[in-house]
Every structure is written in C-alpha cells, then in structure tokens.
C-alpha cells in the first residue's frame, strides 16, 4: 500500500518551513509567535517534538509533544469515531402487482421498522410476464406506501420504471425516533467435556478390561444351559 502523500503528512520538527508559527507547549500553554527554528530547539531542549497541528491557520499551529506519542493519540481517535459511526444500510422490500392487503401490510411495517433503525428502503413493484404493460398499477402500490408511511419518510425521488421494475428509495425523516437493532443471538456455549473422558488408557489397563470382559463372557457361558442337538427322525421302512 502506498504510504500518504508528502502534502498529506504531519509536519514535525525541520520539515516545518514557514515563517513563523503559533506554538503551545506540552502543558496546554500559549507560547505566543515564534520563528520554527527557536521553537524547534525549545522542544529539543526538553527533549519532546515540534509538531505542526493545524496546517491551515494563520499563522501555524504548533505543538510541543512527544511525536510517538501525537500519532498513537490521534489513531486512537480515529479509531474511536469509526466504531461509534453508524453504517446506513439500503434494505430493499418487493412487492408484487397483485400484493394481497395481508402481505402489503406486513411489507410496510417491515419497512417502517428499517426507518426506525435509521437505515433506508428501496422499496420495489417486481413485474412479471404481460404485467409489465401496466405500470401504473406499480405506482399506485408505492404511492400509497409513500403516502401512508409521510410521517416517518421522505421519498428521494419519484417512483420510477427501470426494466421489470419499479421503484423508490425511502429514508427517514429528521428527527424520527430511533430504535437499536437487535443484535444478532451468540451461539450457545459448547458443553464442558470431562477431562477424564478424553484420557487415553495404559497398557496395563487396557489389559485388565480386556480380562474383564473375557471373564465376563466365561460367566455367561457357563450359565447358559447346554444346547442338544436333536437327532433327526428315523425314516419309516419302504412296504
């Protein structure tokens, strides 16, 4: 990966090469204007950095910090705000042209449950076959839907035919009230299993099961009654 551009990077130290900048010490204090080379050897006599914090002021800004230290802090920041940045996702929702009034309401308060989660709906009338001749029956289905759901949404733009579709992206209105998204259920524990159950036997009791069993099965032999075999009937003399 290429590293940033040069006009992109944090200035520090001898790469700072303007007139004069306005510099804070590591304390927070205002040190007033100075030119960069005395305030570069002020940082290097405490054995700390000059680093340049605001590019775009006039003059420069200039802090006295442990340059190590600056850029670990400002990852960090980074960091922070991405996890805390929420990730608008568009949910479609199909309709069909002849959607049953059961099935356009439950369609709807999915749709209205997407809002609420502050992500938005691509809410599309799907034709089929010869239906793609009608397509005012396909806005009069999104119509509706946008104007039984005004409250909450706002249409970005009119419903509009694209192939065998129609359709229409809806986001949430300022100030509609938020809900969390369910979080997705963690899977539950695998079972503990019996540290003994896995131990592998010795030889020596891997024998005394072997004889166990054996003994085991003489048992059962002499047991069991003796089994007779019958002796087969004698054949009747020929007349």
Same mark, same amino acid.
């Given at each position: 990966?290429? /590293?940033?551009?040069?006009?992109? $990077?944090?200035?520090?130290?001898?790469?700072?090469?303007? $007139?004069?900048? $306005?510099?804070?010490?590591?304390?927070?204090?205002?040190?007033?204007?100075?030119?960069?080379?005395?305030?570069?050897?002020?940082?290097? #006599?405490? /054995?700390?950095?000059?680093?340049?914090?605001?590019?775009?002021?006039?003059?420069?800004?200039?802090?006295?910090?442990?340059?190590? &230290?600056?850029?670990?802090?400002?990852?960090?920041?980074?960091? *922070?705000?991405?996890? @805390?940045?929420?990730?608008?996702?568009?949910?479609?929702?199909?309709? !069909?042209? &002849?959607?049953? *009034? +059961?099935?356009?309401?439950?369609?709807?308060?999915?749709?209205? !449950?997407?809002? @609420?989660?502050?992500?938005?709906?691509?809410?599309?009338?799907?034709?089929? /076959? !010869?239906?793609?001749? +009608?397509?005012?029956?396909?806005? !009069?289905?999104?119509?509706?839907?946008?104007?039984?759901?005004?409250?909450?949404?706002?249409?970005?733009?009119?419903? =509009?035919?694209?192939?065998?579709?129609? +359709?229409?992206?809806? #986001?949430?209105?300022?100030?509609? &009230?938020?809900?969390?998204?369910?979080?997705?259920?963690?899977?539950?524990? =695998?079972?503990?299993?019996?540290?003994?159950?896995?131990?592998?036997?010795?030889?020596?009791?891997?024998?005394?099961?072997?004889?166990?069993?054996?003994?085991?099965?003489? *048992?059962?032999?002499?047991?069991?009654?003796?089994?007779?075999? #019958?002796?087969?009937?004698?054949?009747?003399?020929?007349?």
């Amino acid at each position: 990966m290429r /590293g940033p551009r040069r006009d992109d $990077r944090v200035r520090i130290n001898e790469r700072i090469r303007v $007139r004069e900048v $306005r510099v804070i010490d590591e304390t927070g204090a205002q040190l007033g204007i100075m030119a960069p080379a005395q305030a570069v050897a002020l940082a290097k #006599s405490k /054995g700390l950095d000059l680093v340049e914090v605001a590019a775009t002021a006039v003059p420069p800004v200039c802090r006295i910090t442990d340059y190590g &230290k600056y850029q670990y802090n400002e990852q960090k920041k980074t960091r *922070q705000a991405r996890k @805390h940045q929420k990730t608008i996702e568009v949910k479609e929702v199909k309709f !069909r042209p &002849k959607v049953d *009034q +059961h099935d356009y309401d439950f369609k709807k308060r999915n749709i209205q !449950r997407f809002l @609420h989660e502050g992500d938005k709906v691509k809410a599309v009338v799907f034709f089929r /076959g !010869r239906e793609i001749a +009608h397509p005012e029956i396909g806005r !009069r289905i999104l119509e509706r839907l946008i104007t039984e759901i005004n409250d909450i949404a706002v249409a970005e733009n009119i419903p =509009r035919m694209e192939g065998n579709t129609m +359709h229409t992206i809806l #986001s949430g209105r300022p100030g509609i &009230k938020r809900v969390e998204k369910p979080e997705k259920p963690e899977r539950p524990p =695998r079972p503990e299993v019996d540290e003994d159950e896995g131990e592998e036997m010795t030889a020596e009791e891997l024998q005394a099961e072997v004889a166990a069993a054996a003994a085991e099965a003489g *048992q059962a032999t002499e047991a069991a009654p003796p089994v007779v075999a #019958s002796e087969p009937p004698a054949a009747k003399p020929a007349e």
